[in-house]
């Protein structure tokens, strides 16, 4: 079977294929929401023909109670008015039948009726997303109590693509020319105090070389020739306000100027460059969209007792709506700091944000948790961060001191605040995660809190029971409040704010199990789609693909895993197809980063194929960057090999960096610390190993040098110094076998005029001193020995001659030896023996 | 007051003066240095310590004689060198801190010892060695504390003459082929094996022995199908972060962090821990942060920085590039060039004071290198060659 150009939908049902998918995205049934809302306000009371079966019963509690009055369906698909009457009020009967026409059982999102309102339709809310999502509600619980619904599994019905080529585009020149006169100067002249190898702490990639070969190599991922304001050197100063400069002399520093000189330099880069068609060296698949590709999602959670939900599809506006299905909506309004995630989520900023709904709608929650007794809530969350503390995530709460629960952060902690009667007004003391586990990460989590009286507050990550047991179990929630206001990323106050993405987020009026709740873990979040890359031309095989999971997955990038070999002709055999060098490819050109399948060397056979599941290549995922969006975006695959067809790769040589001189340093420099100790006990043979040595040491050890750089030198290196040269000189000194043997004929009995009186009384002492290594005899690098003696003579004749009034200055042997130790040290602790 | 206190006062003072003299008199080039200012510069160098008249006179005459490798040798001679010199060479790179003041240990002592007996410095990272004291009174050898070595130190041992060479495997009980030089030392294990995901062992190995910090050798461009599932791809609900920044460390290195599948730091047991076959449970924490990301299966490894980049860093021709385990991966480190190069820009830096820095000093570390490599890497030799070129003239 061929698929041709007129987007000819192969909607070929493969019931075990289908079956296969399912599992894939989740694997368990989608249970029926029990409990759906009953819009009394605006609902007349039916007194038509009772339900002819438990079908038309279904239809009628779960969808048709919800859309026949006249503010939604009602005033126009009534009996007599607009066909189909699927909102008529005479007959449920007769409204099934018509309703029967615009419903999908089997896929509720894909139903007529949805994509109708989803399209703009008359939809009741200012977001056309949030009634379609509030009507696939109504219709999978009908569909899941009825005779219509698959009861278990989802499925999917793998869709052929349009077929679409790969389309031209801009390729990098080969040499570096162009690059060298446009964005080339910018970059050396305000990045390379950095992303150089030459810069002082050097910061790859290496886009600031002097080397142009080796920049123009480093730079080309972070430019963008088919749309220059997608370029990372652009929004890096554009939005982040990375190493801005100031674009006037002497003026501010100025990011937006920045900014725009950078891309006009990338623009002028590639307005030079001409766009070509795909290389057609390469071995390729044909190209799709994301959203061209088979929707996978979304099918099989639980969520029968749901009482509100935020799916964050908006991605525009101030208000998140409820699309529980369950009135009254909290549609929340959002305030400070937010951003919509296109792949659906709201960002709660720097600064404070908050989503909040009004305290009468939220008191939905009270009213459906107080009868219940118990409660959980869900949330698809990626914390900013793992530093913020008291940040609140969400909750249903009455400001700082008074809440009904609350789930917060608090750094690699998560905390639970539940009311009941065993805890505080504010639903302390909380349930906290235990530190050691770390379970709050700045990635996206699946993080649920469930209460029920028996097991009291319970944390789920990722579908696995946290292991913390509540502190205050058994309460119950008499004492709850019903004034409270429903609230996300902060405080009902604004005191409490919290920094990260909410991509879903959850009330069900009933304790998760953990089988519920890890259904829900692995039904994910967000739109994942089936990407088919049609590779039958290059195999050989009919109707053949590539089939890969795909979804956006934030702002800035897509999610591609476990690429699937498969047919759609359950008869295809493949034989046996090498397959190796996978490449995924956007807008023309292979991606630079994200490549993981560029690893794949394997083989298609008989062997490992099923015509069910195809034969997984892959069980990887990766990240590749968003570039125009999910509706423009062109993915497409090639190939270094696939079946007969190869591609030669080439590989370019990395280019050294040209090597660059450093300023002059000095040519000398200081002994470090145990250089210092080791110096001193050569010197003056006094062992280190010494207790009051080894002690004084010990104390100075890092006050001393650690490195020899000579400018680096302080003041308080050179106290240490002192004092441990001191140390050595008076162990020396004071230990008279030694003092002998360095010091011979000085006589330490005596007074300090008897001993130090005459110059050759000095000598004594200055002379050793000298001839020691401590200075070293006849070096023209150390000091003369004139120098040292003047030094000295000086120093030692100012002790003998001491002032009378200074209590220290006393004629006896004692002073004698201060007098030689001084001496002694200053020599041991100079510049002669710390410079090396 | 003391005599000390009174003798520290006024030699302060005139020590400070003096001092400052002499800094100031001293010339920071000095001119027209002969075999004698050689000499000391030398073995003030290699030694830590200024030398005795005897050798000084030797080593003149050596450097005198054109042979100021000689003289060189001759101040290695000096137990400074391996007391003083080489160990605050190599305390650093046994501790996260990067701290030069930590006990001697088993990681440190390894090292002197393998300089000392000239035994190829290119198997630091993979040979199943250890060397020990053998000082009377010391406590033995104990792969689950540092008393031997804390002995040896508290005593100031003499670790030119004290030290013994034996082997790992026969005291610690890990196998010899999965020995990996220092990677397996219990200090090295203590300091980078302990808690976390085992990446800190390979940053580390890549700063001390390749002299590249992880910044240096960034490449986004490499396949990221081995980083694991513990690395969120959308840090904070911005793959942005993730796209241009951590992807250029994990994609490579991460197959090379999987070396280490087996090994943990047991911190109640206080020693290296080996499970062969049996991935530690480290490899497989936070798996919900990106659950498509890498399950790692075993211990065999990938080099992906063979091409890139980073290729430049000089990969052995004669190696694979890949295997299973620490010792081959500590081969494919430290046969690298860029182990070479490391190893002498860091002898270098320690002798000459400074990182190679004009066209003469390149072109003398690119010689020394080439002779470390040809010459057996000994370390020694690597010593001498430098302090001969920074003598001085």
């Not at chain 1, 539940?418 to 003391?429: I, L, V």
Request: glycine content about 8%; overall charge neutral; charged content about 10%.
């Amino acid at each position: 079977m061929t698929v041709n150009t007129n987007r000819l939908r192969l909607h070929l049902l493969l019931p075990a294929v289908a079956l296969l998918l399912a599992a894939c995205s989740g694997g368990a049934p989608t249970t029926q929401n029990a409990e759906v809302a009953n819009n009394a306000s605006s609902a007349a009371i039916y007194t038509g023909p009772a339900p002819a079966s438990a079908d038309v019963e279904a239809f009628k509690v779960n969808l048709w109670q919800n859309i026949n009055m006249s503010s939604r369906c009602g005033g126009c698909h009534k009996a007599g008015g607009q066909s189909p009457m699927f909102a008529r009020s005479d007959d449920v009967n007769l409204a099934y039948s018509a309703a029967l026409s615009v419903v999908n059982l089997t896929q509720p999102d894909q139903s007529p009726m949805v994509l109708k309102v989803g399209g703009g339709h008359n939809c009741w809310l200012s977001s056309p997303s949030a009634c379609a999502d509030i009507l696939t509600t109504w219709i999978q619980n009908w569909a899941g109590g009825g005779s219509g619904g698959s009861a278990g599994s989802t499925q999917i019905q793998l869709t052929a693509p349009v077929d679409q080529a790969v389309g031209p585009t801009k390729q990098y020149p080969a040499d570096s020319t162009l690059f060298s006169t446009t964005v080339y100067p910018l970059l050396t002249m305000f990045c390379s105090r950095c992303h150089s190898p030459s810069a002082t702490v050097p910061q790859s990639p290496y886009f600031a070389s002097s080397n142009v070969d080796q920049a123009y190599a480093a730079a080309q991922p972070k430019i963008n020739l088919n749309t220059p304001n997608l370029s990372r050197f652009y929004v890096r100063l554009a939005t982040e306000s990375h190493n801005c400069w100031a674009t006037t002399p002497g003026g501010p520093v100025d990011c937006a100027g920045s900014a725009a000189r950078m891309l006009a330099a990338i623009q002028g880069f590639a307005n030079a460059v001409q766009t070509t068609p795909v290389d057609p060296s390469l071995v390729v698949s044909r190209a799709l969209t994301l959203t061209a590709g088979t929707i996978a999602s979304g099918e099989n959670r639980y969520d029968a007792d749901i009482i509100a939900r935020w799916l964050f599809k908006e991605n525009t506006g101030t208000t998140a709506f409820d699309t529980s299905g369950v009135d009254p909506a909290i549609n929340l309004t959002i305030s400070g700091n937010t951003t919509w995630d296109s792949a659906w989520g709201l960002i709660f900023g720097t600064g404070g944000a908050k989503a909040q709904g009004s305290t009468a709608t939220s008191s939905k929650i009270y009213s459906s948790i107080a009868a219940s007794g118990q409660y959980s809530l869900e949330l698809w969350a990626a914390p900013a961060n793992v530093t913020q503390t008291m940040a609140f995530m969400g909750g249903y709460s009455g400001g700082t001191s008074a809440r009904n629960f609350t789930l917060a952060q608090d750094a690699m902690q998560y905390q639970a605040y539940g009311r009941t009667t065993s805890t505080d007004a504010n639903g302390a003391p909380p349930l906290t995660t235990a530190a050691a586990n770390m379970n709050a990460q700045a990635a996206l989590q699946h993080i649920v809190l469930t209460y029920d009286s028996t097991h009291g507050r319970q944390l789920y990550i990722n579908g696995n029971f946290t292991g913390d047991v509540d502190p205050v179990k058994g309460g119950t929630l008499a004492n709850w409040d019903n004034t409270f206001a429903w609230v996300l990323g902060n405080e009902t106050s604004n005191d409490r704010p919290w920094q990260g993405e909410i991509r879903f987020a959850a009330v069900h009026k009933n304790a998760l199990n953990i089988a519920q709740i890890q259904q829900n873990y692995a039904a994910g979040v967000g739109q994942v789609f089936y990407l088919l890359f049609d590779v039958s031309a290059l195999t050989g095989v009919a109707q053949s693909y590539i089939m890969v999971t795909a979804s956006q997955y934030d702002n800035y990038s897509y999610l591609l895993a476990k690429p699937t070999f498969i047919s759609l002709n359950p008869k295809a055999q493949p034989g046996n197809i090498p397959i190796a060098g996978m490449y995924i490819g956007m807008n023309g050109q292979e991606l630079q980063v994200g490549q993981a399948f560029s690893t794949l060397n394997t083989s298609v056979t008989d062997d490992n194929y099923s015509a069910t599941g195809g034969q997984l290549l892959s069980s990887v995922g990766t990240v590749v960057p968003l570039q125009l969006g999910p509706n423009s975006d062109l993915f497409f695959l090639s190939f270094d090999r696939i079946g007969t067809h190869t591609h030669t790769r080439t590989v370019a040589t990395p280019v050294a960096p040209a090597p660059t001189d450093l300023a002059p340093s000095s040519d000398i420099g200081l002994h470090v610390y145990d250089e210092i100790n080791a110096s001193m006990a050569a010197i003056t043979g006094v062992s280190p190993g010494i207790t009051s040595v080894n002690a004084t040491y010990l104390t100075v050890q890092q006050q001393l040098p650690t490195v020899p750089d000579i400018q680096g030198f302080l003041p308080s290196q050179e106290i240490g110094i002192s004092q441990l040269s001191i140390q050595y000189c008076s162990t020396l000194v004071d230990t008279p076998a030694q003092s002998a043997a360095f010091f011979p004929g000085l006589n330490l009995n005596q007074t300090p005029a008897q001993a130090f009186g005459t110059d050759a009384g000095m000598d004594l002492v200055i002379t050793p001193l000298i001839n020691s290594p401590a200075v070293g005899i006849g070096l023209a690098s150390q000091p003369t020995d004139a120098q040292i003696r003047t030094e000295l003579y000086s120093l030692m004749t100012a002790l003998v001659n001491c002032n009378a009034s200074d209590p220290t200055c006393v004629q006896t042997p004692t002073r004698t030896h201060t007098i030689a130790k001084a001496a002694c040290a200053t020599v041991l602790g100079s510049a002669t023996m710390l410079i090396k | 007051m003391t005599t000390v206190t009174r003798t520290k006062r006024a030699a302060q003072r005139a020590g400070s003066v003096l001092l400052a003299a002499l800094l100031g008199a001293q010339p920071l080039s000095p001119l027209m240095a002969g075999p004698n200012e050689q000499a000391v510069r030398m073995h003030n160098r290699l030694a830590g310590v200024p030398p005795s008249d005897a050798v000084l006179t030797q080593m003149a005459t050596l450097i005198s004689q054109s042979n100021p490798q000689g003289a060189a040798q001759l101040a290695m001679n000096n137990s400074g060198f391996y007391n003083v010199t080489l160990r605050n060479f190599i305390a650093p790179a046994t501790n996260r801190a990067q701290s030069p003041f930590v006990p001697l240990n088993d990681y440190t002592a390894t090292v002197i010892g393998m300089i000392r007996d000239n035994v190829p410095f290119n198997t630091v990272l993979s040979a199943d060695i250890l060397y020990i004291g053998n000082v009377g009174g010391a406590p033995a050898y104990s792969p689950s504390n540092n008393n031997h070595y804390q002995y040896l130190d508290d005593h100031g041992a003499d670790l030119k003459a004290s030290l013994v060479q034996t082997t790992q495997s026969s005291l610690t009980g890990v196998p010899s082929a999965a020995t990996a030089g220092v990677i397996t030392t219990e200090a090295a294990a203590q300091a980078f094996f302990i808690a976390g995901t085992n990446r800190a062992m390979f940053r580390f190995t890549m700063i001390n022995y390749l002299c590249n910090d992880l910044p240096q050798v960034m490449d986004i461009t490499r396949p990221p199908d081995r980083i694991r599932q513990d690395v969120s791809r959308s840090p904070g609900g911005d793959s942005r972060v993730f796209l241009n920044n951590c992807i250029g460390c994990h994609a490579a290195m991460d197959p090379m962090v999987q070396a280490f599948a087996y090994y943990n730091y047991d911190p109640t047991a206080l020693q290296l821990v080996y499970t062969p076959g049996q991935t530690q449970a480290k490899y497989h924490i936070n798996t919900g942060n990106f659950p498509d990301g890498f399950v790692t299966p075993d211990d065999s490894w990938q080099n992906r920085w063979r091409s890139g980049a980073n290729a430049l860093l000089g990969w052995s021709s004669t190696l694979p590039g890949s295997g299973n385990g620490a010792k081959s991966l500590g081969q494919e480190l430290a046969n690298s060039q860029a182990f070479a190069n490391c190893q002498v820009q860091k002898v270098f830096q320690a002798i000459c004071l400074r990182p190679p820095s004009n066209a003469a000093d390149r072109g003398a570390a690119a010689q020394i290198t080439a002779d470390f490599k040809s010459g057996g890497y000994n370390m020694k030799q690597v010593f001498a060659e430098t302090a001969a070129y920074c003598m001085g003239n």
